[in-house]
């Protein structure tokens, strides 16, 4: 058997034992059902992983991730994934983590070919096009990177509150919409402070009647 492969099923066991020995009902805790607060949009990259990252455990946070923590509204992954984490799970905040040093980023901003997921991060692109005044000012191409990668995510998070979905639920409760980046390499999460509560947040186009019920 593959060693690397098999390092992973050896690091099971021995966290299964350990969790185990800290919690004798541990798991059987856990099977009774979940029910998180948080609702994680991240970035595939391995290095972001949530629970890890934020110090928490199995069955707190809600979890979806994909190249460059992208909300796009054809994405029946992601809307499916919504649905069920605001209707049924009813968390209370959603987070969209970018992370600094994101790869699909500097690839949206460069003109090279990479694949199919050009496509896919044609959604980064439209990002840069919308900013090209603020992010053509800064000349230091990491800082520009840097900065692309914090407007991505702010974008993210007002295609969130495009959603019938979160505006439904605006009408029955509250669910807030926050925007984090990671820093790869000091291991912080920085807060960019934009929290979305309601439709006033975007343009009134998006805005749907949603009946109260
Ligand atoms: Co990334």
Not at 112 to 117: D, K, M
Not at 131 to 156: F, G
Request: aromatic share 8%; hydrophobic share 35%.
């Amino acid at each position: 058997m593959n060693e690397s492969y098999q390092r992973l099923i050896e690091g099971n066991k021995r966290f299964s034992m350990s969790k185990k020995f800290e919690d004798p009902l541990y798991f059987k805790k856990l099977s009774l059902g979940q029910k998180p607060d948080y609702l994680w949009i991240g970035c595939s990259d391995s290095r972001v992983p949530a629970n890890e990252v934020t110090n928490t455990e199995s069955g707190e946070i809600f979890v979806h991730r994909n190249i460059a923590n992208l909300v796009v509204h054809t994405d029946m992954n992601l809307l499916s994934v919504l649905e069920y984490a605001v209707k049924f799970l009813e968390v209370k905040h959603i987070i969209v983590c970018g992370h600094y040093g994101c790869g699909g980023i500097r690839a949206a901003m460069s003109n090279e070919l990479h694949g199919f997921v050009d496509n896919w991060l044609r959604n980064i692109k439209d990002v840069y096009n919308k900013n090209t005044v603020e992010l053509e000012a800064i000349s230091d191409i990491d800082k520009r990177t840097d900065r692309l990668t914090e407007l991505n995510v702010i974008e993210q998070l007002r295609n969130l509150a495009k959603t019938t979905i979160v505006q439904e639920a605006w009408k029955t409760r509250q669910l807030h919409l926050h925007g984090w980046v990671y820093g790869i390499n000091s291991g912080l999460i920085t807060d960019l402070s934009i929290i979305h509560d309601g439709t006033e947040d975007i343009e009134p186009i998006y805005r749907f009647n949603v009946i109260k019920g």
